[in-house]
């Protein structure tokens, strides 16, 4: 059964660095990517970026280009989306979601990160 | 472009049938026949529902039904029941920004 399991919520200052992660289950994690998807407080769904299992060939949004950073661990088949400086605005819920191909759609999804940053 | 434009409301009765639309360019929808579509309940991660346009994964029941025109696809749930009160999202392949995902609609089962 493909599972990807999310790492737990976190409370952090602005200025403060995160790594969350997504270790998957079930699957040839070098055959699929892994992507990321933010959802704000009430607010619609945003892909952030995609990161190949295989080979780390990564393809980052034109909004979240130089904010964040994705990496994968293949020896324990888990994905990373990391923080440098957190503000305020990144207040939100953070999904991993598993893409096969372009035509696949996003068919596996983690239960998701909240990510709550207040001073 | 930033996001591809759903109608932020679809309300029906039950049994009905709605139809939630999608409009991108041709840059994506257009350009590619990437485009998939997402269940969501509050506080629930989404699920997919429909993929590479018109095909439903196992498990999902054929009320779900999604074709493309153009630049614009669209998610049609015939039949409609309580259960299907959530919000839907399209997602679809684009040349300049790998993937968008599209504004949302609520679905109200009156």
């Known amino acids: 059964e493909v599972q990807l399991v999310q790492s737990g919520a976190e409370v952090k200052k602005p200025g403060e660095s995160l790594k969350i992660s997504c270790e998957t289950f079930?699957?040839?994690?070098?055959?699929?990517?892994i992507g990321w998807v933010r959802q704000m407080p009430g607010k619609g769904l945003e892909w952030m970026g995609i990161?190949?299992?295989?080979?780390?060939?990564?393809r980052y949004s034109p909004s979240f280009q130089g904010q964040v950073t994705l990496s994968i661990d293949k020896s324990i088949t888990t994905a990373y989306l990391h923080w440098s400086s957190l503000t305020a605005s990144d207040t939100a819920t953070y999904y991993c979601?598993?893409?096969?191909?372009?035509?696949?759609?996003?068919?596996?999804w983690g239960r998701g990160t909240l990510i709550t940053v207040s001073s | 472009q930033s996001a591809l434009t759903q109608p932020a409301s679809v309300s029906g009765s039950p049994g009905q049938s709605i139809t939630i639309s999608c409009t991108g360019t041709?840059?994506?929808?257009?350009?590619?026949?990437?485009v998939s579509w997402y269940q969501q309940y509050p506080g629930k991660a989404p699920k997919l529902i429909i993929y590479?346009?018109?095909n439903r994964p196992s498990g999902i029941p054929n009320r779900f039904s999604g074709s493309k025109s153009g630049n614009t696809a669209s998610l049609t749930i015939s039949g409609l029941q309580a259960e299907d009160d959530a919000d839907y999202y399209c997602?679809?392949?684009?040349?300049?920004?790998?993937?968008?995902f599209g504004t949302g609609t609520k679905v109200t089962v009156l």
């Open positions: 997602d679809s392949y684009a040349r300049s920004t790998s993937y968008l």
């Open positions: 041709s840059s994506d929808i257009g350009a590619y026949n990437f």
């Open positions: 590479e346009v018109s």
């Open positions: 079930g699957y040839t994690f070098t055959n699929a990517w």
């Open positions: 990161i190949y299992g295989a080979d780390s060939t990564t």
């Open positions: 979601a598993r893409r096969l191909t372009f035509a696949s759609g996003w068919d596996y």
